[in-house]
């Protein structure tokens, strides 16, 4: 980081540094420093980024100033001459040396003595780990080949469980294997369906993702800290640069790794910042920064670039969406949206942040790698030059281009033009060959629709002497296009899925799909390595359910699950030899290298205890200890599918405190559905006559509010019922309350009629009609003026019927309710309606649908307010029944058992990344037929994650339509 001229400011106490030493130092450097923020401010180190306390941190927040961590000052303070402690990617050039002679030695002898020695010296004396490569739990959704040509770089976004997190694997070409996997990123990897969310520095050391929304992280793609099969790792630079968004913004990686451009809002005509990327994190919101913010842009375009429609106020003109630096680090070379038909395209000088050139392109556009060129297609192939904007050719060429790929014969750029079949243009189909912006010759492929042709159905060789092409019947063509005419070399099948093709070095081509992946000599087409993701065979896993062990399951193949740990043991359950796990396992050398597993020193093994058994018990990073950890756990129980539904034994007490135990993943209240969800379980409890787990569940109960309601909606249904005496005791906790904290009790308007409204409907059920007089005239009062005024009446028509002044709640449904107010929406009413159905009411059943099927028929005159009543209501509510039929679930039917087997089997196949909502499908499906073990077994197994919407929603929903049928949550 430069921070020459730059005014900072110290926050806290930095560990083992003396604050008079740290000033001298960056004073050294050329900044100024401060005591104090103030709009002159530019940087902010903080001994803790987002510590709450101190007015400087609260008043860089508000300014716009950028904060970073301590990390980034020990990285800016350290010795530039100090040797960087990431890899180097050539340190293991002996070891590759060593590879290449003993796997000659294998062609001609087979394995020998000799190459088991090797292993064991490599396993004994260097960072040698066993790594499968199926560290990918959804769809590859981004990918980036090295500079190097030596690395794969393939991420995944996140599936259902959010806490997870995305996944980043790194593959040696040279082999075909997968050498590191970075798990565990938060948020997941880029956006599905948008690329450049991985990006690598030119040297190959450094590995730049954009993530979970506004992070972008450089990290080291050979991290040697990784020594267990906890793929968890952090970033050596992270900086959160923009305001919450559903995806990551545009962004480019600086050449050297440690600096990069990122689209974020400004306060300048040209929008982004260039922001520092050494070590450390930063953060910071750009938008709110002052103009004159080193990190920012040019504040103000030159005038001669300054359209006239803004040259009157400050509003961005230039944000760019597509970016790339050029190969000194010297100019950023963008792409922005710009009018109808039309995009633009201008260059950064980045010292001073100002722009050189700005011209109107067309919508699809491509830069040379030599910086020379801009490629782009406007009713016909057009160049301009990089360096100043200016058309290099006359006119018009090709047309009918649908993608653009560059490469580089020696200092000449090549440029593929790929025209796909069925062009809006008419144009010929095939590739159209550019040396600079000069044309060349068409290679002849076969035909692709258009609609699928993308730049990266075009790869070009390391060489640019020649191309790979992605054809129409699923194969890659390889030309070579080094003569005076196109010439076909031969071609190779890859899997039918294929959609993108890559060519790297040692003369090695990747063919990729969202689930696939295969490494190909281009020379030979022999298959280096093939793999197929998201693979779930039937039967149990190798290993008991861990979230330490579960990074060790992998599917080879559909028929059996393996287990692989890093110190070199092997699960096979169909008893496959080593020989055969080499096509697919490896020894991960210093995270960059791969090691064949057909060398030796591989371990197989039937079962998880013959594993436990090799491993030991000794505790630490060690994978053994875990094991028999979780071993000890299940005391010889199996695992798996076996057996599945469990036996009907649970009983909804058993699910009720399933369903309270799925709060505890949420890091508070779930914004008030908690405590509305309790307050159901618990007067699910008192008609049920549990009136102590009832009274435990309201003392449970937050906010206060909240708890005086369920403890007076627990006493009023206890008094009903007969149970004066258990009424008393529970509506202590809400008399209790209003005794000390009155005056705060109601600190949320929307909640005053529930709660007054159960008031009093507790105080008339246990006699005191005075008392409830008064807590419903406050209820009654307070039903209009909110915005939910239906939901708000019917808590008080729902108190008074359940209190016995059902006269008094019919009134409230009149017509003047429905002239004052819209038809409440379907969910409340659903729960209204079940509520009587499910009590007997059918009187008050009937008038209420009734007087809504009246008010929509006046109100049909102006169809905007008219709400007809649901199709379908009546049915889902229709059923009355005596009084306490809701009380006990159904009882399974051998029909209903068999279907959830069938349903449980097809849940089985489906990635475990994606079976959240086919699982939360499965649960209603147990509910409704009663089986509450089924239920109890498949809420366990939903991701644990902290939101409402996934456990705590799930489990009580079920209790809801296993005790009622309804799976909105009924008075």
């Not at 006239?308 to 509003?315: D, F, P, S």
């Not at 435990?696 to 937050?702: A, K, T």
């Amino acid at each position: 980081m430069d921070v020459r001229g730059m005014t900072i400011v110290l926050v806290g106490r930095f560990h083992g540094l003396r604050r008079s030493e740290v000033k001298r130092r960056l004073e050294e450097l050329g900044a100024r420093m401060t005591g104090t923020v103030s709009d002159r401010t530019d940087l902010v180190f903080s001994e803790y980024l987002f510590a709450e306390a101190g007015r400087n941190l609260q008043q860089a927040r508000e300014r716009g100033i950028p904060i970073c961590d301590e990390s980034a000052l020990r990285a800016l303070l350290a010795d530039p001459d100090a040797t960087d402690d990431e890899g180097e990617p050539g340190a293991e050039s002996d070891l590759v040396a060593l590879r290449a002679r003993l796997l000659k030695l294998e062609r001609e002898q087979g394995i020998t003595e000799e190459h088991r020695a090797a292993t064991r010296e490599i396993r004994a004396g260097e960072d040698a780990q066993l790594l499968h490569p199926y560290g990918h739990q959804v769809e590859i959704n981004d990918y980036a080949l090295s500079p190097c040509g030596r690395y794969l770089a393939t991420g995944t976004w996140r599936g259902d469980d959010s806490a997870v997190g995305g996944t980043l694997q790194i593959w040696e070409l040279a082999t075909g294997r997968c050498v590191n996997i970075l798990g565990s990123l938060d948020g997941g990897i880029g956006r599905p369906g948008e690329g450049g969310g991985i990006q690598w520095s030119d040297d190959s050391r450094r590995i730049g993702l954009a993530y979970h929304r506004n992070r972008i992280g450089v990290f080291d793609p050979f991290d040697p800290a990784l020594r267990s099969n906890n793929w968890a790792v952090a970033p050596l630079a992270l900086a959160m640069v923009a305001d919450e968004a559903a995806a990551p913004p545009a962004w480019a990686l600086a050449p050297d790794g440690r600096r990069a451009f990122v689209a974020s809002a400004s306060p300048c005509d040209v929008g982004g910042s260039v922001i520092p990327l050494d070590r450390g994190d930063l953060h910071w919101t750009p938008g709110q920064a002052p103009p004159r913010h080193p990190f920012l842009l040019a504040e103000r375009l030159r005038e001669r670039l300054r359209p006239a429609q803004v040259r009157g106020h400050g509003a961005v003109d230039l944000q760019a969406d597509h970016v790339r630096w050029s190969r000194d680090g010297t100019r950023l070379q963008a792409q922005a949206e710009g009018g109808p038909g039309y995009r633009k395209a201008f260059v950064v000088d980045v010292a001073s942040g100002q722009v050189d050139w700005r011209a109107a392109i067309g919508g699809l556009a491509a830069w040379s790698p030599d910086d020379r060129l801009l490629a782009h297609y406007y009713d016909g192939l057009r160049f301009l030059d990089a360096a100043t904007g200016r058309p290099r050719a006359k006119g018009a060429g090709h047309r009918g281009v649908s993608a653009l790929q560059w490469g580089m014969r020696g200092d000449m750029p090549r440029l593929a033009a790929l025209v796909g079949a069925g062009n809006t243009a008419g144009a010929e189909p095939g590739v159209f060959v550019y040396d600079g912006h000069r044309f060349r010759y068409r290679v002849d492929v076969a035909p692709v629709d258009v609609d699928q042709v993308f730049a990266d159905s075009w790869a070009w060789s390391p060489s640019g002497d020649a191309g790979a092409w992605l054809t129409a019947d699923g194969r890659v063509e390889v030309w070579s296009l080094d003569g005076d005419a196109p010439r076909r070399q031969r071609t190779l099948d890859v899997p039918p899925e294929t959609g993108v093709v890559l060519w790297g070095a040692d003369d090695v081509l990747v063919a990729m799909s969202p689930t696939t992946l295969r490494f190909l000599r281009a020379g030979s087409g022999d298959v280096l390595g093939d793999f197929t993701f998201l693979r779930e065979p039937g039967g149990p896993r190798a290993l008991p359910d861990d979230w330490w062990l579960d990074t060790c399951h992998f599917a080879p193949d559909d028929e059996a699950w393996c287990a692989a740990f890093p110190e070199g043991v092997v699960i096979a359950p169909d008893g496959r030899a080593a020989r055969s796990l080499d096509d697919v396992l490896a020894w991960s050398v210093h995270k960059r290298l791969a090691w064949p597993v057909r060398w030796g020193e591989l371990d197989v093994v039937p079962d998880a205890v013959a594993a436990s058994a090799l491993l030991g018990d000794e505790r630490g990073d060690g994978s053994g200890w875990w094991l028999n950890y979780s071993l000890e756990r299940r005391e010889g129980r199996p695992w798996g599918t076996t057996g599945w539904p469990p036996r009907r034994s649970a009983t909804v007490r058993d699910l009720v405190k399933t369903a309270v135990e799925t709060c505890a993943d949420l890091p508070g209240d779930g914004d008030g559905r908690v405590a509305r969800d309790l307050r159901y379980a618990a007067r699910l409890y008192a008609r049920r006559g549990e009136h102590t787990l009832a009274g435990g569940l309201v003392r449970d109960i937050l906010p206060r509010g909240e708890q005086v309601a369920a403890s007076a909606e627990v006493a009023m249904i206890l008094a009903g019922a007969g149970r004066r005496d258990d009424a008393r005791a529970a509506f202590r906790v809400a008399q209790q309350h209003l005794a000390a904290h009155a005056e705060v009790l109601f600190c949320k308007d929307h909640e005053i009629a529930f709660v007054a409204a159960a008031l009093g409907g507790a105080h008339e059920a246990l006699g005191d009609r005075a008392r409830a007089d008064e807590w419903f005239d406050v209820a009654h009062r307070t039903i209009a003026p909110e915005p939910r005024a239906w939901q708000n009446r019917l808590a008080v028509i729902w108190a008074l019927t359940e209190c016995g002044r059902e006269d008094e709640a019919r009134a409230l449904w009149g017509p003047a309710a429905w002239y004052a107010e819209p038809e409440p929406d379907g969910p409340t009413v659903e729960a209204w309606l079940t509520y009587l159905a499910r009590t007997g009411r059918r009187a008050l059943y009937d008038a209420f649908l009734a007087a809504w099927e009246e008010s929509a028929a006046r109100r049909r005159e102006d169809p905007a307010s008219a709400r007809p009543l649901p199709a379908d209501l009546r049915t889902a509510t229709a059923s009355p029944g005596p009084a306490a039929a809701h009380l006990t679930p159904p009882t399974p039917t051998d029909s209903d058992i068999a279907e959830l087997v069938a349903e449980y089997a097809q849940l089985q196949k489906i990635p475990r990344s994606y079976r959240m909502h086919p699982t939360q499908l499965l649960i209603e499906r147990a509910a409704r037929c009663g089986h509450i073990g089924a239920v109890i077994d498949l809420i366990r197994r939903l991701p644990r994650l902290e939101e409402y919407e996934a456990r705590p929603r799930t489990a009580f929903t079920a209790l809801r339509l296993a005790t009622t049928g309804c799976p909105v949550e009924p008075w």
